[in-house]
């Protein structure tokens, strides 16, 4: 069991920054993939990033360049750095974890345990 908690979300304007945490506690963190997703409204969840075991990182075009995702396995927590904000960025952010073998996956249905969510909002 794993359970995972974000925080960091808010109100920001464009061009702007935030950076999302994701805690979690249970079965050994550092050696799962984790990875963020995000969902607007009315709009399926969607893959942003994620970091596997080993530090490597994959991200969705449209956040490439702005966005960062690290990991602090001594925290048991993953970072997502996220700059040069859009409203298009707009969505409840989640963070979830693989705990099964193989990584690098970017689908939602690969992923077995996720947090609550942050809501980020970027005004223009």
């Known amino acids: 069991q794993v359970q995972l908690v974000e925080s960091g979300g808010g109100l920001v304007q464009a061009g702007g920054s935030l950076r999302l945490s994701c805690a979690a506690s249970g079965r050994a963190f550092f050696s799962k993939t984790v990875g963020w997703f995000r969902q607007a409204p009315g709009k399926e969840r969607e893959f942003v990033a994620l970091v596997n075991w080993s530090g490597d990182t994959f991200y969705t075009d449209s956040v490439k360049g702005r966005f960062t995702i690290s990991r602090d396995n001594a925290k048991n927590t993953v970072y997502l750095q996220m700059s040069s904000l859009k409203p298009d960025d707009t969505a409840v952010y989640y963070c979830?974890?693989?705990?099964?073998?193989?990584?690098?996956?970017?689908?939602?249905?690969?992923?077995?345990?996720w947090g609550q969510g942050t809501q980020v909002t970027v005004s223009s």
């Open positions: 979830a974890v693989r705990t099964r073998g193989g990584d690098m996956y970017t689908s939602t249905s690969n992923y077995d345990y």
